[in-house]
C-alpha cells in the first residue's frame, strides 16, 4: 500500500517543484523524505489550548494546522511553565514614551532596500522548513548575516555576540545578546522557518511573508539599534535579546526550549515581542480600511500591549488596531507559558492578514516594504524604550501604591 501511495504521489511532487539548473540527482534524498513523511507513526503531544492536549501523528498536526488550527507541540517541553508561581509580581510598564529625542534620530536610519535586499535572499531557499537541509542552510546564512551585522557595527568588541540555540531536529535558532547594566532583559522575536502544509518535505515554502518579513524586519532593528554607542558600550539598564526562533510551524518548538531553558535558569525576562508577519496590507485596502499595525489582545500581556500601542501612537506613521489571533499563534505564547510579558503584532487585523502563508505562493511580490519599515520603527523604539526603563523602580512605585491603597 505504501509504495502505491508512493507512486500516485511522486510524480505531482516532482511536477510541482522548483528544479534548479544545478540540481542534478537531488531528487533521491526528497524521495525518502517522503516516505518518512508518508510511514511515520510516531505520535507527539499536542495542547490546543490551556491543558487540552491530544496524541496527534506529524501528518495530523499538518492537517490541523490546514484547518487553521494552532497548538504547541509539548512533546518535548511539557514541563515549560511548571515553574511559574503565581506569587510573581505584576508586570509593569510605564506610563508613557520618554525617549523622543534619543529614538527619532535613529528611525531615519531604517533602510527599505536592507529590508528588500535581506527578505530576496531569505525567501530564495527552496524552503525553510526545519527538518530539512535547506532550514539549516537559510539558518546559517541568517546566524552569519547577524554576526557581519554586529561585526560592521563595531559592537562585537564590547560583549555583543550572536550564537546558535542548537536543536536536535538540524535548523537552530538564533540568540543574539547586547548586555546591559543588569540581567534584566527584553526580547524581540520572530521566526525563521518556513512550511508547505502539503508535503512540508518536498514541495517550495518561500515563506517571504510567513516569516520571512518579521525576520528581516527585526534584523533592521537590530542593525540600527547597534548604530547607538550607548546601546553597544552596555549602558542601557537592561540586557536586550534578539531572538530568531526556528520550529515555530512545527508547533513553537523552538521558542519553546529556549523559554524553557530560561525559565529553569530563573532569567529575568522583562517583555517579550513577537513579529510574525509585517509585510501584506492588500487585504486591509481592499476591505477599505487605513493601513494600519495589527496589535494581538488575546493570550497576551495587557499591560505591555497597552505600552506598545503607545508606541505605535508616537513611533508610527500609521495607526493601531486591534485583532486576536488564538491559543498559540506565534512564539509569544511560550514566553507567556513560562511566566514572561509577551505581545504579539502582525501585519493587519487577523482576519485581513496574508493568505498566501504556507504554500508556494508566500512571495515577495505580494508585500510592501513601506509597510514593513512602520514594523522596524515600531521594533526600533519599544526595545529602546523599554532597554532604558527602570523596571525595578516601576515596580516598587507599583507596589508602594498597591499598599497605600489597602490601608
Known amino acids: 500500500m505504501k509504495a502505491s501511495i508512493l507512486a500516485l504521489l511522486l510524480p505531482a511532487a516532482a511536477s510541482a517543484r522548483f528544479i534548479e ?4 540527482n537531488r531528487f533521491l534524498p526528497y524521495t525518502d523524505a517522503l516516505v518518512e513523511e508518508v510511514e511515520s507513526t510516531e505520535r507527539f503531544l499536542i495542547e490546543l489550548s490551556p491543558g487540552k492536549t491530544a496524541w496527534v501523528t506529524e501528518d495530523e498536526k499538518w492537517e490541523l494546522r490546514r484547518g487553521g488550527l494552532n497548538f504547541m507541540d509539548i512533546t518535548e517541553n511539557s514541563e515549560l511553565g511548571a ?7 505584576n508586570p509593569v510598564f510605564p506610563e508613557k514614551v520618554q525617549l523622543q529625542t534619543e529614538v527619532h534620530p535613529l528611525l531615519k536610519n531604517l533602510s527599505k532596500d536592507l529590508l528588500q535586499e535581506h527578505l530576496e535572499k531569505f525567501s530564495s531557499f527552496h524552503t525553510r522548513y526545519y527538518k530539512s537541509d535547506y532550514g539549516r542552510q537559510s539558518s546559517e546564512w541568517l546566524l552569519k548575516t547577524v554576526q557581519d551585522t554586529i561585526n560592521e557595527a563595531g559592537a562585537d568588541k564590547y560583549g555583543v555576540k550572536a550564537e546558535h540555540f542548537k536543536h536536535s531536529w538540524g535548523q537552530n535558532s538564533i540568540i543574539a545578546t547586547i548586555p546591559g547594566q543588569s540581567n534584566s532583559t527584553v ?6 522557518d518556513s512550511i508547505n502544509l502539503w508535503l512540508p518535505s518536498v514541495l517550495p515554502a518561500p515563506g517571504a511573508d510567513d516569516d520571512g518579513s518579521g525576520t528581516v524586519t527585526i534584523l533592521e532593528a537590530f542593525r540600527v539599534l547597534l548604530s547607538s554607542q550607548d546601546i553597544i558600550k552596555g549602558n542601557a539598564p537592561n540586557t536586550i535579546e534578539f531572538h530568531w526562533y526556528s520550529a515555530e510551524e512545527g508547533g513553537l518548538l523552538g ?9 529553569k535558569k530563573s532569567r529575568d525576562v522583562k517583555a517579550m515581542l513577537q513579529q510574525d508577519m509585517t509585510g501584506y496590507v492588500q487585504g486591509t485596502l481592499d476591505a477599505g480600511k487605513p493601513e494600519s499595525v495589527g496589535v494581538i489582545t488575546d493570550f497576551v500581556d495587557p499591560s505591555l500591549t497597552a505600552f506598545i500601542k503607545k508606541v505605535i501612537e508616537e513611533y508610527c506613521e500609521i495607526p493601531w488596531v486591534e485583532t486576536k489571533c488564538g491559543y498559540a499563534c506565534s512564539d509569544h505564547a511560550s514566553a507567556s507559558k513560562a511566566g514572561y510579558p ?4 502582525i501585519e493587519s487585523t487577523f482576519g485581513e492578514s496574508d493568505q498566501h502563508i504556507h504554500s508556494t505562493e508566500d512571495l515577495i511580490k505580494y508585500l510592501s516594504f513601506d509597510h514593513m519599515l512602520q514594523h522596524a520603527r515600531m521594533t526600533l523604539a519599544l526595545v529602546y524604550e523599554l532597554g532604558y526603563t527602570d523596571f525595578a523602580k516601576l515596580e516598587s512605585e507599583s507596589e508602594s501604591g498597591n499598599e497605600i491603597g489597602e490601608l
Open 187 to 192: 526580547v524581540i522575536g520572530a521566526h525563521q
Open 255 to 263: 521558542s519553546q526550549a529556549i523559554f524553557s531553558e530560561y525559565e
Open 21 to 24: 539548473a544545478n540540481e542534478v
Open 83 to 89: 515553574l511559574h508561581t503565581t506569587s510573581k509580581t
Open 342 to 345: 509577551s505581545a504579539f503584532v
